[in-house]
């Protein structure tokens, strides 16, 4: 009897195999046609602005200070749908599965789906959407006057370093304090079998979390890196243009930091003195 239903029990476990892949694949297209939809709204008149239309003053205002906040719109499209992702593997998905989950399992996926997963990758999102973005703020800040703009939030150097070093230093180290102490709990009262699979899972868990996190501390210390010294060297190569007599130069301003403030500083006093040689 139990060779005979066989064939229908692996029928059946392919059949909701299949219909999770299928859920799992509409959900996430759900969640990144929102997005696109969302994105590609908030960013219209930044789009109309590049295609070379007239604007008035005010939407002239309104592209500045978008163009200021676009990383921060990308990182935030992002949270909001690794919260709604976490939302959905951890509740929804396992109801229209008919699976009983239960509230302890469900908060410790979304713990690693929406606080884990997602802050690293909101964190790597607005790091390299600023990165390549600065690339275009001339366009839209040509005497770059970045700070007089209002309403944009200023993320300091020393904020900057300090959640990269938290995201690739802490978040890493309490994921696998708490994953250590849960086995931990599941090998009391084990057979030898079963903590023999509870160790050899433990195993393949560890060796992935520690790859993921090397990729991700490289990436974010690399773009973190880059948007200090970048700057900091466009700053250099204006001075030394100054310093060979050339008064005419500039130096790129591309963010609203202390960095920023700084090349703001240096422009203007290479103004000053472009006005004290024609006196």
């Not at 960013?43 to 163009?67: D, Q, S």
């Not at 399992?105 to 973005?133: M, P, Y």
């Not at 023999?196 to 501390?217: K, P, S």
Request: aromatic letters at 8%; glycine letters at 8%; charged letters at 20%.
């Amino acid at each position: 009897r139990d060779l005979h239903s066989f064939p229908t029990r692996r029928s059946s476990d392919l059949y909701s195999c299949l219909r999770e892949i299928a859920y799992s694949l509409v959900a996430f297209a759900a969640l990144v046609a929102v997005g696109q939809w969302l994105s590609s709204r908030w960013t219209a008149p930044i789009a109309r602005a590049v295609a070379g239309e007239p604007l008035p003053e005010r939407e002239a205002a309104l592209v500045r200070r978008r163009a200021l906040l676009y990383p921060y719109l990308l990182a935030g499209v992002t949270a909001t749908g690794w919260m709604l992702a976490g939302l959905i593997w951890s509740i929804l998905l396992p109801l229209l599965m008919g699976r009983e989950v239960t509230p302890s399992e469900a908060a410790r996926q979304i713990f690693g789906i929406t606080v884990i997963a997602g802050s690293v990758t909101t964190a790597f999102i607005f790091f390299s959407s600023e990165h390549a973005w600065r690339r275009r703020l001339p366009f839209f800040f040509p005497d770059g006057d970045l700070r007089a703009v209002p309403r944009v939030p200023r993320l300091m150097v020393r904020t900057r370093l300090l959640a990269i070093f938290l995201l690739v230093g802490v978040v890493p180290l309490a994921v696998l304090g708490i994953l250590a102490y849960t086995r931990a709990l599941d090998l009391l009262g084990a057979d030898p079998a079963a903590a023999a699979e509870i160790v050899d899972g433990l195993r393949v868990i560890i060796l992935f979390l520690v790859g993921v996190g090397i990729a991700a501390a490289i990436g974010l210390s690399l773009f973190a890196a880059n948007s200090v010294a970048a700057p900091l060297k466009d700053v250099e190569d204006a001075m030394a243009e100054v310093e060979r007599g050339r008064l005419d130069g500039r130096a790129p301003v591309v963010s609203t930091d202390e960095i920023g403030a700084v090349a703001e500083g240096f422009n203007r006093m290479l103004h000053g003195l472009r006005e004290r040689e024609m006196v």
